[in-house]
């Protein structure tokens, strides 16, 4: 017999209604009502049944959402995935375990509250957290059921950390080890840390895991890293320029220093070129961070006119070169300090000079016109052929 239309109208209202009135109903009402038009219905407080761990002919099964009820079962013919890791409460079907009921998606409380209900509360006493952490995104890096790698993480290494962060080892052509290799936790917490930038320790100390600890050779020591702050010069991830330095050169030191050469008409060239010509980056046994001591620094580049000097002037025989000598720049020739007898005036005394009678007969002459500023052969530094000179002067015509 052919049905009204009005039959089937009043048919679909019906299934309606019932369908919100089940929806309003109490757990155990639910149960009952259910239990009437359907087969299966667990029971009120009931567990779902635990995951198979064998398939029906006995071989091992892979552990995953296909076997857990109310799970939507993968097309016929997909792949096995290859699950390493399944989140202990969803493997043994105690899905209650975080969600609100067995018949809810909703979960019990917001993460990551809900998380630290079982797991340590790392965030509680750190001073710095992961963000997604703070933001309760725990499943911005975990898969809350499954995962096909360790620790129920979607991905692993550097791609994991990539999803949000920039690919800093990327940008440059030298690389950091650890950055270059994948291995952002070699350094890094996930989670929180008592450190900056989420560092397992102190950055000098996380730098002195594979690097040696310089400062514990040297006297006189660079304050970043004195400081530990060796991000004050180094890039951690990547850079172009040797030594993962942020910027080539005396281009660096000028983020702190004043420019040592500007206004200077005499430059010295060792420090035109860069600053690590004479100095060490981190620390040194010499003041002023020298590579080596003054004297020998300077001989470097200069003849040592001290091996054949009988007679050395004092600042030149203790290696205090720079008591006459600016080191970076001058105004003066030879990067004089003062000019003339000015600068022999800063430890001789006038008066002194003026006693010589011989001075006398040159009142326009500079120091250094008969005298060597570094020592000679002659106990008053005398330039050869000056005492014969002073001994028989030319006759004038």
Do not use: W
Request: aromatic share 6%; glycine share 8%.
């Amino acid at each position: 017999m052919k049905r009204p239309p009005f039959f089937f109208a009043i048919l679909t209202l019906g299934v309606i209604y019932s369908a919100l009135f089940i929806v309003g109903c109490s757990l155990p009402t639910k149960q009952t009502l259910l239990t009437t038009f359907f087969d299966g219905v667990p029971a009120p407080g009931s567990k779902p049944k635990a995951a198979r761990k064998s398939n029906e002919d006995g071989s091992p099964r892979t552990p995953g959402p296909e076997i857990i009820p109310g799970v939507t079962l993968p097309e016929p013919g997909a792949p096995v995935r290859n699950i390493k890791s399944v989140h202990q409460p969803f493997g043994n079907g105690k899905c209650d375990d975080c969600h609100a009921s067995g018949y809810s998606q909703s979960l019990k409380t917001v993460m990551p509250a809900l998380c630290f209900s079982c797991h340590e509360n790392f965030l509680e006493k750190a001073k710095f957290r992961h963000t997604p952490l703070e933001l309760g995104q725990c499943k911005g890096c975990h898969n809350p059921h499954e995962a096909a790698n360790e620790k129920l993480l979607d991905r692993t290494g550097r791609a994991m950390c990539l999803g949000c962060h920039k690919d800093v080892p990327g940008k440059g052509k030298i690389k950091h080890p650890p950055a270059a290799n994948d291995d952002c936790m070699e350094c890094h917490k996930p989670h929180a840390s008592d450190n900056k930038g989420l560092l397992k320790k102190p950055q000098a100390a996380t730098c002195f895991d594979c690097h040696a600890d310089f400062r514990k050779q040297v006297k006189f020591k660079h304050d970043p890293a004195a400081n530990g702050e060796c991000t004050g010069c180094h890039a951690p991830h990547a850079s172009d320029t040797k030594g993962l330095l942020i910027q080539p050169g005396s281009k660096l030191c000028l983020e702190c220093h004043d420019d040592p050469l500007a206004n200077g008409k005499v430059k010295h060239p060792p420090v035109a070129e860069n600053c690590l010509n004479c100095h060490a980056a981190h620390g040194s046994a010499n003041k002023g961070l020298l590579k080596k001591p003054m004297a020998a620094m300077c001989f470097e580049c200069h003849d040592d006119f001290l091996k054949g000097a009988k007679f050395k002037h004092d600042p030149a025989a203790n290696g205090e070169c720079m008591s006459c000598h600016s080191p970076h720049k001058s105004d003066n020739a030879s990067l004089l300090k003062k000019t003339g007898a000015q600068l022999c005036l800063e430890c001789h005394e006038d008066a002194d000079i003026k006693k010589v009678k011989v001075h006398a007969r040159f009142p326009e002459k500079v120091c250094s016109s008969c005298h060597d500023p570094h020592g000679g052969g002659d106990k008053k530094f005398l330039k050869p052929g000056i005492l014969k000179l002073i001994e028989n002067p030319p006759t004038a015509h």
